[in-house]
């Protein structure tokens, strides 16, 4: 099993288009071996320390293998939506991880 934690930075204003986005890849999670874990929107007042800027959302996700992450990643129905994705998203910082 391995983990996936992405820090997710909108672009300003663009909150809704990022919405719709997830709402249409999500859902291909299943697809690949892939779960959803934690969807967390924090606001300001859950960080207790950064010397950076917050991040919109912050997702854990887990997959059965890393090819399984990439055929999600490379997936043409997920792929059909890469404009939803660079029109709302800044930028993207990707954590991978193994549970110990």
């Not at 992405?6 to 697809?31: C, N, S, T, W, Y």
């Not at 939803?84 to 193994?98: A, Q, T, Y």
């Amino acid at each position: 099993m391995i983990y996936y934690t992405q820090l997710i930075f909108i672009k300003p204003g663009r909150e809704q288009a990022f919405h719709a986005f997830e709402d249409r890849v999500l859902p291909l999670l299943k697809e690949h071996k892939g779960e959803l874990i934690y969807r967390i929107r924090p606001d300001e007042s859950a960080f207790v320390e950064n010397s950076r800027e917050l991040p919109y959302e912050i997702h854990l996700v887990t997959f059965g293998s890393k090819a399984d992450f990439e055929g999600y990643k490379t997936d043409p129905k997920r792929l059909a939506f890469m404009e939803m994705k660079n029109d709302s998203v800044e930028n993207i910082i990707l954590i991978e991880g193994f549970a110990l």
